[in-house]
C-alpha cells in the first residue's frame, strides 16, 4: 500500500467542497475541514479526513441537522447552556468557544455546556482555540457506548475525551493535554486497520469481554487506567451531560448511524491567567517548567522527557511544511467520494511518499 503527502491547505480546501456540495454554507463546511485537518495536522490521523465520509452520511441520512440553529437556552455572565439540537459538533464547538472566550474576556472565567449534539473530533483542536495565548481551555465530550466500569459485561458510557491547553511562552505555544479515558480511541484502531497496521493486544474487548485485536470482533474498549479512566469518564458527564441537562450516556445514540444523531453533550471552559497572576510572569514561569521538563534525566535511549502535545505540535510543524500523509485506501475513497458530489480529489495522488 503507498502513502500520498497531501499539502494542507489543498486538502482543507477539497473538504470544504465536499461538505459545501452536501448542502453546508461555506463557512461550516470549512469549519468542519479545518477540525478534520487540524487532526490530520497533528498526525491524530484517527479524527482526521478518515471522518469525512462518516460525516457527510450523517449529514445526507439526516442524524446531523443542516438547520439547527444552536439556540443559547440558558445564560448568565459566566455561563450559556447551547441546544445543538442534533446538529454538528464541529459548527456547536465554534459557537461555543466563541462565547467562551467572550464571556472569559469579560468576566475571567467561563464555561459553556453543550445537548443534543454530534461527534466534536479530535478534543484538542477546541481546547486549543479557547486557549489562544492568554487562557487555559478545557473541552470535554461524551461519545457513543463504547467502554463499561471495571468487570462490566455491557458498555454504560463512551470513552469520554478530554483536552486541556495553554501556551506556555514563545518556545511552547501549545502545551495541550488531550486523550480519550479508553486505553486508546476507537479511531485510533480503524485508522491503524486501515494502514495495515496490528492493533495491539489489551486494548480492545469482544462480545465476551475477552481481549481482541480485530476491529470486527470489538465490542467495548478497555478503559485507561482501569477503575481510574472509569471515574474520570464520569467526570466529563458530570460537566458535560448533567450541567446541561443532556442525554444520558447509555442512552446515546450509535455515532455510525447514518439517520440518527448522536445525541452527545459537550463542556468547554476558558480560565483567563490574568485572572490569577500576570500573564507575561506565568508565560515565563510556565516556560522554565518546560525546560526544566526537558532537562530530566531519562534512561538511555528514551530521549528528552515530552510535555503533553510536545509530540502532535512537532508532526503539525512537519507536515504544514512536508504535507500530510494519507493512505491510499482513504485517498481512493475520498476521490470517489468527491467524484460523487462533482469535486474532484485527483490531486490527492499527486505526491507519493515514503512517510509513514
Ligand atoms: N470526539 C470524540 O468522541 C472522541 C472520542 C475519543 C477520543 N477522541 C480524540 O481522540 C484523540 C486521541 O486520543 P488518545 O487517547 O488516543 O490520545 P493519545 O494516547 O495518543 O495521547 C494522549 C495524550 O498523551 C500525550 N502523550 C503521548 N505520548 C506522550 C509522551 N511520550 N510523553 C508525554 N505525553 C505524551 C499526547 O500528547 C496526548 O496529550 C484525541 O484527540 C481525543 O480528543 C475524540
Known sequence: MQNYSVQPEALKKFTTAIFEAAGLKNNEAASIAELLVHADLRNVHSHGVLRTIPYLEKIQGGGASKTSTYPVIKETTNTAVIDAQGGLGALVGEKAVALCREKAQKNLISMVVVKNSNHFGMGAHWALKLAGDDMIGVACSTTDLTMGPPGAKEPFMGNNPFAFAFKAGAKYPEVCVDMATSLVAMG?????????????HGWMLDKDGNDTTSVKDCYMMTTMA???????????????????????????????????????SQ??????????RDLQEFQKNAEEYIDRLHALPMKEGMGAAKYPGEIEYGCKQINEKEGIVLPET??????????????????????VTDRQ
Open 188 to 200: 485510533k484502531c480503524k485508522d491503524m486497520e486501515k494502514r495495515g497496521k496490528e492493533i495491539p
Open 226 to 264: 482501569g477503575h481510574k479512566g472509569f471515574g474520570i469518564a464520569l467526570v466529563v458527564e458530570l460537566f458535560a451531560t448533567l450541567l446541561s441537562g443532556g442525554v444520558l450516556s447509555p442512552d446515546i445514540n450509535n455515532q455510525d448511524l447514518a439517520d440518527t444523531p448522536e445525541l452527545s
Open 330 to 351: 482513504l485517498v481512493e475513497d475520498l476521490i470517489k467520494t468527491g467524484e460523487k458530489l462533482g469535486v474532484d480529489g485527483n490531486f490527492l495522488k499527486e505526491t
Open 267 to 276: 463542556c468547554f471552559a476558558c480560565f483567563n491567567i490574568s485572572a490569577f
